[in-house]
C-alpha cells in the first residue's frame, strides 16, 4: 500500500508518491546540497518550499505595512507603532526589510532546482514545467527586489558555500534576468494549473502578466516606448485567450472576494494559507499574532469596535468622537479581530490645492452611489451582536429614551460616507438605538474597515488568523495594467475601453433591475480625454484598496512624492525623492565583512 505525501504549499498542492509504507515519511535538512536536485522529488521540493516562503511575507503584519503605508491610500490607525513606514521620519536600515533575507534564500534554493534539475527522470515536458515553475518563482523575487530596492545582488548559480562578501549589480542587469526568466517560463507552462500544480500556482497567463508588469516597470523607469508597447500587447493577447486559460471577470465586482470564489475565475495566483493545525502554521484557537507565516490580513483595518462602539457616544465641543456608554458590539468572527494598524486615508488636507478634501472620499471613491467599489470593499454598518439596555437618563444619553439593542436586528454602529445631522445619536431629530459617526467623527480609533478579505469561517476561534488564501494576482489587473501600458504608448482610447470594462463592472449591482445597471454603466463610461496618469492611480485604488500593490504603483509611476505630499499630510513634511527606493536592510551590510562595503541605498 501506498503512502501519499501531500505539502500544502503557497498557491500549490503537491502530491508525491513514495513507498509501501502506512505513515508519513518526513526527511528535513538543515541545508540544501546539489543532490538533493537530481530526483523529481528534490526539484518539487525546493519550488514547494519557496511557495512556502511567499506565505511568510503576504499577509503578514511587516509585509503589508511595508507594501501599503507611506501612500496616499493609508494612515496610522490608533496601534500603527512607531509608524516610521506610514510618515518616513525614522525610517531607516534597522526597521525595514522582512523579505529581503527570504527572497535571497529562496533565489539560491531556485538556482539549485534549475541548475541541477535539468536531468531529473521525467517526460520532457513535465520536466520543462517543473524548471519553468522554478523561473517564474525566481523572476517573481527579483522583480519584487528590484521594485524595492533598486540595484541587488544578481545571482543565478547555486551557492554551497557561505561568503561574507556581496556586491549590488544594475537594476538593468536584473531586469533582462526577470524579462528572459518569464519569457521562458510562460513558453512551458500550462495553460491552466495541473498536476502536481494545483490550486493557484503559476501558469502561461500568470507569467505573461507579471512579464507584462515587468515591461511596464521598466518602461517607466527608463521611458522607453517598446517597452509599454510590449506590455500592452501582452495584456491584450492574454484577454482575447481567457477562455483557453480559464479566466474571467465576476458579473458583480464583490463576488471577487467571497470566500467561495477564492480560487474562481478572477484569481489568477494566490498564496495559499490552511486550517489544519498539523501543517504546524498555527494552533486553532492560540490567538495567533504576528511573526509567523500566517494571514493576518483581516485584521490590519480593523478598528476596536467593542471599545469604541459606546451606545451614549458623543460630540465633544472641538466637533470630536468621543466614546462613551456600554459598548453595542462584542469581538466576533464576523466583524474580526481589532488592530487597529492602518486606516483609510480620509484627514482632511490642512494646506494647498487639496484643502477641506481628503483623498478616500473625495478622490477614490468619489461616484459611491453608482461605484459599488466602495460599498464591497468596506464595512459601513455593524449590526448589533449584543443585547445592551440603555437607560433614559444614562449618562450622556441625549435621546431621552430608554431601549434595549436587539441582536442581529438593531444597528449598533452605521459609518454612513456623507454627514448626518444630529450624528452621533439622532439622524435629523429621529432617535438612533445605536451611533451613527460620520466622516467628520472618524478618526484613527474609528472609520470604515476594510471587508474584502473577512474570514467568518472561524466560528469561535475568531482570533485566529485566517485560513483564506493572499490573493496576489487578479484578472482585473490585468485590464489596468494594460490600461496604464496602452496610455504611455500613447494609446489613449485603447486605455479607456480597458478601463471600461473594470468600470462598467462596478456599476452593476444584484438588486439593480437591468435598466438601472445599464444606466449606471453608461454613466461609469469615461473617453480617451478622461485618461491621465492620475485617473489611472485612482483607478487603481477603487479598484485594488489594501490589495499590496499601493507602494509599488506609486513608485512605478513616479507618483510617490507628489501624490503623499498632496494627500498624506502626516506623511508630507518627510518624504523625500530617495524615499522612492527602500533601505538596505542593516543585517545584510553587517554580514559583509570581506571586500568592498555592501553599499546603502542614497538618503538613509
Known sequence: ????????TAGL???LSSGCEKVLEEHPQSQIVPSYFNSPSGVLGGIAGVYNDIRSQWGTEGFTVEMQAGTDEFIQGVNAGTGNAYTYNGLNSSNFGSAW??????????????????????????RKQYLAQAKFLRAFWYFYLVQTWGDVPLHTEFITVASQAASRQPAAEVYELIIKDLTEAAADLPNQPTAPFLGKAATKPVAQFLLAKVYLTRGWLNNTAADFTQAAKICDEIIASKSAYGLDLWQDYGDAFVPANDYGKETMFVSDHVLDPKYGYYSVGGAAGGGAAQNLTPWFTNWNYPNNSGINSFKNASGGFVNNGTSGMIRDSYYGRPYVRMRPNSDKQATGTRAGKNYFLDQAFTNRDVDSRFANSFYTVYISNTAVTNSATA?????????????????????PDYEVPGAPQFVGSRPFKGIVVPPSLWNNSIYPALKKYMDPSRGANFNDPSTRPCVLYRFADVYLTGAEAHFKAGEASQAAAMINVLRQRAAFRKTNTSAQNAAAAAAMTITSADVTLDFILDERSREFFGEWQRWHDLVRTRSLVRRVQEWNKEAAPYIKDFHMLRPIPQSQIDRVVEGPKFPQNTGY
Not at 533575507?101 to 513535465?126: H, R, S
Not at 450622556?396 to 459609518?415: E, K
Open 395 to 415: 449618562a450622556n444619553n441625549s435621546r431621552g429614551i430608554g431601549y434595549t439593542t436587539v441582536p442581529g436586528a438593531d444597528t449598533a454602529v452605521w459609518l
Open 13 to 15: 498542492i503537491v502530491s
Open 1 to 8: 500500500m501506498k503512502s501519499i505525501k501531500i505539502l500544502i
Open 101 to 126: 533575507g527570504i527572497a535571497f534564500q529562496d533565489i539560491n534554493t531556485l538556482n539549485g532546482v534549475l541548475q541541477y534539475g535539468q536531468t531529473i527522470e521525467l517526460p520532457e515536458t513535465t
